[in-house]
């Protein structure tokens, strides 16, 4: 009796919505017609979906469902009730970014469905497909008297077709400072030691899975990435690996304090599922996927934050010659080495105007300083560090009032720091106290740090309460007209579209690990795999620049393990709205290679990927907004290679200064980084140039409008 009224309640629902709601083809093909991606009710009434390009299959059927913590597993009994497809075709602007315009070109299908038995719930499917990608979310109505949903896992899968060649990194809950793999989909396999790597203090992997982006190359060179977009109020999502079926399963990352993974009042809708799917390496690195699936600009006006160059005392407490702490028992220089240096506290009044002097010489605009404020000393290593850290105080010898004003007579920004030691709720506390006095200063950026476990314990960097924080932290920056750089955080997923507050964030193996890793640091295939990988997630603040790359006389054990000409190429190549000159003054003094950072832009017309290959190498050329200057920039891994550079993307009715900063033909990223050879040359936009890249080496051009 029930089953049949249920029938004819569907029945009802399809007739009321006539001929537009129900879809008679449920395959949705991208505006171009390359890919499509295809709905079906399997025999058990789940949802699946099937993905192919150009007819050929990228993603087998695979199933979509979810488990409750309350109520019986979405997964199958299913039958579709309505649906209908739609077009958009839009270009939005880009406040700042890798271009002005962006077009958001997509079809969408939406895909009405409902249980058969009880209790009779419906949830509908989005489906988008773009030329560049497809990419999917699901939307939980309010039904049934249940304003609140429990969500223990989200089960959609992702059928490979092939033993794809995979770029990977553990489904870390904690962190993602981990190198990227290069292997065989079958061969994936967390390594427990690598993972809980005595570098990484917060680290957690429960399964072997991977987190996103993650990236493949399929036999016949389509290229592969899988990420999600928009993630609002839920959890992140790793993907459990099954090497035998070679397939991939969502794994949310889970509270084992609330013993769920995602709690949220309905209706809501999740975070895009996406598969960026591209002809070759470089076309990933040009799609505009990851941001096109979030919301218009909700900010507004934000040009109180400018895209910038800045400095940092920073570089110096890596090295071990400055400590954050006033009271200087948190010295990195005895962290790993056997014999502790002599050191200093680094954010002192006269060390921040010593950085300010070289930073207005320089046209460099902006200053970060850590280690300005209270706390530092129950840092690392301590548990309770609840309500230890005070954004609003600083250490006796930092006079912040003078800071200020010697910086803002010279035209530099101080940029914030509010390192929270994994502690959010201290920050929460402190949030309104501390924007407002940043507010007060004229400060416009800040760089927020989360090392350590999250307290309270059983939260993870990546769990739905910690997405919910660092998204409040950017919500309530933006109302102090704050910019975000945030650092152990969330992984992007576009948000920076919706809240351009958002500029660039941390999450990888940054310049930091080279300073200390008991691994020798970054390899020289670390940044040509991030380019395609995490890169495509959104900006890195990766902080390139490092001039004194052996780092004597500060470490013996540790190094930089790239030219020094690819630390040039490294502000094209990693985008960032804000980009360090990470090293020392002192390191900078007397280098002519320091005139490449001086020119070269951080806020972009357009982006064009040159050349590429995941892990091998690539090359990014990019045209300043307003002065209408290319810089270009390349890199490779360990081995030395020449690169041919057509100029055509260049204005053909224009000049222009044209200065190549390259590896000299002794160069190597490990017997000698800093051999370079800075030269002018005559380019225009019919000329083309073989350049030869040392191992570990790269090459940036400047390119200046006459
Ligand atoms: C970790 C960040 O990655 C690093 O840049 C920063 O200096 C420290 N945290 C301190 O906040
Ligand atoms: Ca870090």
Redesign the pocket.
């Given at each position: 009796m029930l089953r049949l009224f249920a029938v004819l309640l569907i029945f009802a629902i399809a007739t009321t919505l006539g001929c537009s709601g129900i879809l008679t083809d449920t395959t949705l093909e991208s505006p171009s017609g390359n890919l499509a991606i295809e709905f079906q009710l399997n025999d058990e009434g789940a949802p699946t979906y099937r993905v192919t390009k150009e007819g050929k299959e990228i993603i087998e059927t695979s199933t979509m469902g979810f488990e409750f913590n309350d109520q019986a597993p979405m997964a199958g009994n299913f039958v579709m009730v309505g649906g209908k497809k739609s077009t958009t075709k839009e270009t939005w602007e880009m406040p700042w970014g890798e271009q002005r315009e962006v077009l958001n070109h997509y079809n969408e299908m939406k895909v009405e469905l409902e249980e058969e038995g009880l209790p009779n719930r419906k949830i509908d499917l989005y489906f988008r497909a773009y030329n560049d990608g497809v990419a999917f979310r699901y939307y939980f109505h309010e039904q049934n008297g249940q304003d609140t949903l429990t969500i223990s896992d989200e089960r959609t899968e992702f059928n490979l077709t092939g033993d794809h060649t995979t770029w990977w990194q553990p489904g870390d809950w904690d962190i993602y400072e981990q190198l990227y793999t290069e292997s065989k989909f079958s061969e994936i396999e967390v390594d427990p030691y690598r993972a809980n790597l005595a570098n990484l203090i917060a680290t957690h992997i429960p399964e072997n899975s991977v987190n996103t982006p993650v990236t493949m190359r399929m036999e016949d060179g389509t290229h592969l990435s899988f990420h999600e977009a928009n993630l609002w109020d839920y959890a992140g999502m790793t993907l459990l690996v099954d090497t035998t079926n070679l397939s991939m399963i969502s794994s949310l990352v889970k509270s084992e304090r609330f013993g769920h993974a995602v709690k949220r009042a309905l209706p809501f809708a999740t975070p895009w599922r996406t598969i960026q799917i591209t002809d070759n390496a470089g076309d990933l690195i040009e799609s505009r996927l990851i941001v096109n699936l979030n919301e218009p600009n909700k900010l507004g006006d934000v040009s109180w934050f400018t895209p910038m160059k800045y400095m940092g005392i920073?570089w110096e407490?890596?090295l071990g010659i400055a400590t954050?702490d006033y009271e200087q028992t948190q010295d990195m220089s005895t962290w790993n080495t056997d014999e502790a240096t002599s050191v200093r506290h680094g954010a002192t009044t006269e060390n921040a105007k010593r950085y300010i002097d070289f930073a207005a010489e320089n046209g460099i605009k902006g200053l970060l300083i850590?280690g300005w404020n209270t706390g530092w000393a129950r840092?690392i290593g301590f548990p309770d560090r609840e309500g230890v850290f005070d954004f609003v105080t600083p250490y006796p010898d930092y006079d912040i009032d003078e800071v200020v004003r010697y910086a803002t007579e010279r035209g530099v920004e101080i940029i914030m720091?509010h390192?929270t030691s994994a502690a959010p709720r201290t920050y929460e506390q402190q949030m309104d106290t501390a924007y407002a006095l940043m507010q007060k200063y004229n400060m416009h950026s800040v760089?927020s740090?989360y090392?350590g476990p999250i307290i309270p314990d059983g939260e993870y960097h990546h769990g739905q309460w910690m997405v919910n924080h660092y998204n409040h932290h950017m919500l309530k920056a933006a109302e102090y007209e704050v910019a975000v750089n945030i650092?152990?955080p969330i992984k992007a997923t576009g948000l920076r579209r919706t809240y351009p507050n958002l500029i660039s964030r941390?999450g990888l193996r940054?310049q930091?690990f080279n300073a200390w890793a008991m691994d020798g640091g970054n390899p020289p295939d670390h940044l040509p795999k991030i380019a395609f990988t995490r890169m495509l997630a959104g900006p890195i603040?990766f902080?390139p620049g490092i001039f004194n790359i052996k780092l004597e006389p500060y470490r013996d054990e540790n190094q930089v393990n790239t030219t020094l000409a690819q630390q040039l190429a490294l502000y094209v190549v990693i985008y960032s709205p804000i980009q360090m000159a990470a090293d020392l003054p002192e390191s900078y003094e007397g280098q002519p290679a320091f005139q490449f950072i001086r020119d070269v832009g951080v806020d972009w017309e357009q982006s064009i990927v040159l050349n590429g290959e995941v892990g091998d190498f690539v090359t990014i050329a990019r045209e300043e907004r307003e002065t209408g200057n290319w810089f270009v920039g390349g890199i490779t891994n360990e081995e030395a290679r020449e690169l041919t550079i057509n100029f055509d993307f260049l204005d053909s009715n224009s000049e222009y200064d044209v200065v190549i900063y390259k590896d000299a033909e002794d160069a190597h990223w490990d017997d000698n980084p800093t051999s370079i050879e800075i030269e002018e040359i005559e380019i225009d936009s019919s000329s083309s140039l073989t350049i030869q890249l040392a191992e570990g080496g790269g090459f940036a051009i400047s390119l200046l409008k006459k």
């Open positions: 920073w407490m890596h954050w850590e840092w720091h390192e760089k740090g090392v650092h152990e941390e940054g930091e603040d902080t």
